[in-house]
């Protein structure tokens, strides 16, 4: 097989290989960030907000020295859950995998726990996968693509 420097000679199989790989990315990405941390801490969010309930997130935000630990525990699961709905779509996906990257580093240096299956093991997991997706972008098969395709 010949290589091909000219990026136009590619083949149209290997482009859609290419976009197939980065939507199962997104998803391997999105998915389980969205399941195992943005909902599990979404209910223990909304019970602290609205019902006056402890959590458990707070107690180690409040532990560390954080001012405001209550804003500052319900801010950093609502952007957990926004930009793993924003890497799962494809909506501005460079910038949602970068702040998922600065989220995932943030988790790792500040000891917290957010779920007993994020450990570092997983965190750097998403760490590398986000970083992937922030220099590859979303492919074809996302909502980028639909929303800037019309401009062109």
């Not at 290997?14 to 909902?39: E, H, K, S, T």
């Not at 209910?43 to 602290?48: H, L, M």
Request: with cysteine.
């Amino acid at each position: 097989m010949e290589y091909h420097s000219d990026p136009s000679s590619h083949s149209p199989a290997g482009a859609i290989l290419n976009d197939l790989a980065l939507l199962i990315l997104r998803f391997a990405v999105g998915i389980p960030m969205l399941y195992f941390q943005g909902c599990y801490q979404s209910f223990r969010a909304w019970a602290f907000v609205w019902e006056k309930k402890s959590w458990s997130l707070v107690d180690q935000f409040s532990e560390l020295g954080f001012n405001l630990p209550g804003l500052f525990a319900t801010a950093l699961i609502v952007l957990c859950t926004v930009l793993s709905l924003g890497v799962i779509t494809g909506v501005y996906t460079r910038i949602c995998a970068l702040l998922m990257l600065v989220l995932i580093i943030f988790i790792l240096i500040v000891p917290v726990e957010l779920s007993g299956t994020l450990n570092a093991q997983t965190l750097l997991l998403y760490a590398g996968m986000s970083f992937a997706l922030a220099f590859s972008g979303g492919g074809r098969i996302s909502l980028d693509h639909l929303l800037t395709r019309g401009k062109r």
